[in-house]
């Protein structure tokens, strides 16, 4: 319920020019408030897993990214999106429609499977560890820009659509980043946008190496980088 | 000029054949699951995830190895190919080479 007046003050705030960051209604709110069922989820998840691996982990080179642990609604909202032709992504277009993952029934159970698998406790990371120039001018530009949405620690917000990017692959945030700044990434949040006009290529690659560095919260994490999912037996 | 040992030449072509072997001996079955291939044309190469998606089972490996070159470089950049073209980094020509030769024999 809490999502649905979101999303109506969302729309109601942001009337037009944001209405590609969130349009309410629909599938959307429909998945967020279904109870989810985890074993429908798991069978869901099959074709997903083709690329982002049974555990979810995505790949450290970026190409596909780690959607283990990622906030249910941030994962709705995308799907959402691919699907309605809100977010360009043809590699994945085909798998977001309701032939390969369902109704929102499916779309919720699958977002609620993946939110429960444990992280990848090796996720891609800048060049820069902590100590280096670069790192600390990360970490200042992640405190004066970041922390007010995305959180001190990188854990985002489940109920206002902001993506846990905490143990996320730094090629693949580097490219999203890169997207939403230039405006490819057609449903990134404007203010995301304004906020982040400003940065040159080597900020942005200070900025996603600090938050690639950022511990991810133990009880999140797999035991091990050889960790498998044991559903997938 | 000094003769080159023949030892030298042996371990250098040893060398070569060991670089090689790896791409030879790449297993086409295993980098058509890898390499996500069989995620949009299915495990059998003929059950596209999509109908506009070309069944790909028992195509000649010259002309499917040219097309996965021809994605991977942007020479070939029509119809739905910007799907595909968001994975060819994943291979390279070896590669590429053992997946047209597996797919011919599915």
């Known amino acids: 319920m809490k999502f649905k007046i979101f999303t109506l003050l969302a729309a109601l705030a942001f009337c037009g020019s944001a209405a590609a960051w969130l349009e309410g209604g629909g599938e959307r709110d429909e998945a967020l408030d279904l109870e989810p069922d985890l074993e429908n989820g798991l069978d869901v998840y099959e074709v997903c897993s083709g690329c982002h691996l049974p555990e979810g982990w995505g790949k450290k080179d970026g190409t596909f990214p780690q959607l283990a642990g990622q906030h249910r609604s941030v994962l709705i909202k995308q799907l959402a999106d691919i699907r309605e032709g809100n977010r360009d992504n043809p590699t994945m277009y085909p798998f977001a429609l309701p032939r390969a993952i369902g109704e929102a029934q499916s779309l919720a159970d699958v977002v609620a499977y993946t939110e429960k698998l444990p992280m990848n406790p090796d996720n891609g990371k800048g060049e820069w560890p902590a100590g280096t120039p670069e790192f600390d001018m990360g970490k200042k530009l992640y405190e004066d820009n970041c922390v007010e949405c995305h959180g001190k620690d990188g854990e985002g917000s489940a109920e206002k659509f902001y993506p846990k990017i905490h143990g996320q692959h730094y090629a693949y945030m580097l490219r999203q980043f890169e997207w939403v700044r230039d405006g490819k990434r057609r449903n990134a949040n404007p203010d995301m946008v304004e906020q982040i006009k400003s940065f040159s290529n080597k900020d942005m690659q200070a900025v996603i190496n600090y938050v690639s560095r950022i511990p991810v919260p133990k009880e999140d994490l797999a035991p091990s980088a050889d960790w498998t999912n044991p559903d997938f037996d | ?106």
């Not at chain 2, 059950?47 to 070159?69: E, V």
């Not at chain 2, 020479?75 to 060819?88: D, F, P, Q």
Request: with cysteine.
């Open chain 2, 1 to 106: 000029m000094k003769p080159v040992n023949p030892i030298i030449i042996s371990l250098a072509m040893l060398a070569s054949i060991m670089l090689a072997t790896p791409a030879l001996a790449a297993d086409g079955a295993q980098l058509y699951k890898t390499k996500t291939c069989f995620t949009c044309h299915g495990k059998d190469g003929k059950t596209p995830i999509l109908d506009t998606y070309p069944k790909i089972a028992g195509q000649n490996p010259a002309y499917s190895l040219q097309q996965m070159k021809d994605i991977k470089s942007g020479a070939r950049a029509n119809g739905l190919s910007a799907a595909m073209k968001g994975v060819m980094h994943l291979v390279n020509d070896d590669e590429m080479k053992a997946l047209a030769e597996y797919i011919a024999t599915l």
